[in-house]
């Protein structure tokens, strides 16, 4: 069965740190790109971060850079979304998803998404 599961998500205070992570399992896991996409409450889906599968290249949000990082581990089939610096407006319902490209187009398999919760 091909997917995605989040984990790593919860409550963390302003300025706190967190690390999710994104588990496949069900396809040639080293030649896709995963990214990570994000949903608040009222608000449209924002991709967050991505990370190719052939070179490894990196892309981030505006909203991010600088605090978030983006790492995976072929031979763990997971790739990591290190969150920094933490703001309120992080908060969000964060989803990774797997595919040939970065763009939604070619984003084929999605997880069920995990939240993510910055408050004091």
């Known amino acids: 069965q091909v997917q995605v599961v989040e984990s790593g998500g919860g409550l963390v205070q302003p300025g706190g740190s967190l690390r999710l992570s994104c588990a496949a399992s069900?396809?040639?896991?080293?030649?896709?790109?995963i990214a990570w996409f994000r949903q608040a409450p009222g608000k449209e889906r924002e991709g967050v971060s991505c990370?190719?599968?052939?070179?490894?290249?990196?892309y981030y949000a505006d909203s991010v850079k600088g605090r978030f990082t983006i790492s995976r581990d072929n031979a763990e089939n997971t790739v990591y979304l290190q969150m920094n610096s933490l703001k309120p407006d992080d908060t969000a319902v964060y989803y990774c998803?797997?595919?040939?490209?970065?763009?939604?187009?070619?984003?084929?398999?999605w997880g069920q998404g995990i939240l993510v919760t910055v408050s004091s």
């Open positions: 990370i190719s599968g052939s070179e490894g290249s990196t």
């Open positions: 069900g396809f040639t896991w080293d030649h896709y790109a």
């Open positions: 998803a797997a595919g040939v490209g970065c763009t939604v187009g070619y984003l084929e398999v």
